[in-house]
């Protein structure tokens, strides 16, 4: 088992950033591709960014490409995603996730965390 917990998320004014955490426990964190996706209500849960174990390998949806920064630090088993200019439509429920082995757009993922909420003023 994986254990995932998001922090970072919050409210947080129209282009400004955020950075989000997600701490790992449980199995060997380097052994884990991890991605964060995001659901807004009444919307389907979206990818947002995923990176391989090593770092590698990242992929950012478009939505926020060019904007965002996906990272992860194996020795402290916790993985950030940087989110600058900040958009009212990035405002979601942030969930990050981890997976044996890397797949860059997959939503399979085996474990997940409770999310972190993030709210954009405009």
């Known amino acids: 088992q994986v254990q995932l917990v998001e922090s970072g998320g919050g409210l947080v004014q129209a282009g400004a950033s955020v950075r989000l955490s997600c701490a790992a426990s449980g199995r060997t964190f380097s052994n884990y591709a991890m991605g964060w996706f995001r659901q807004a209500p009444g919307k389907e849960r979206e990818i947002v960014s995923s990176?391989?174990?090593?770092?590698?390998?990242?992929f950012y949806a478009e939505s926020v490409k060019g904007r965002s920064t996906i990272s992860r630090d194996n020795a402290k088993n916790t993985v950030y995603l940087q989110m600058n200019s900040l958009k009212p439509e990035d405002a979601a429920v942030y969930y990050c996730?981890?997976?044996?082995?890397?797949?860059?757009?997959?939503?399979?993922?085996?474990?997940w965390g409770q999310g972190t909420q993030v709210t954009v003023s405009s």
């Open positions: 996730a981890a997976r044996l082995g890397y797949s860059s757009t997959t939503r399979e993922y085996a474990y």
């Open positions: 990176i391989s174990w090593d770092g590698g390998r990242r």
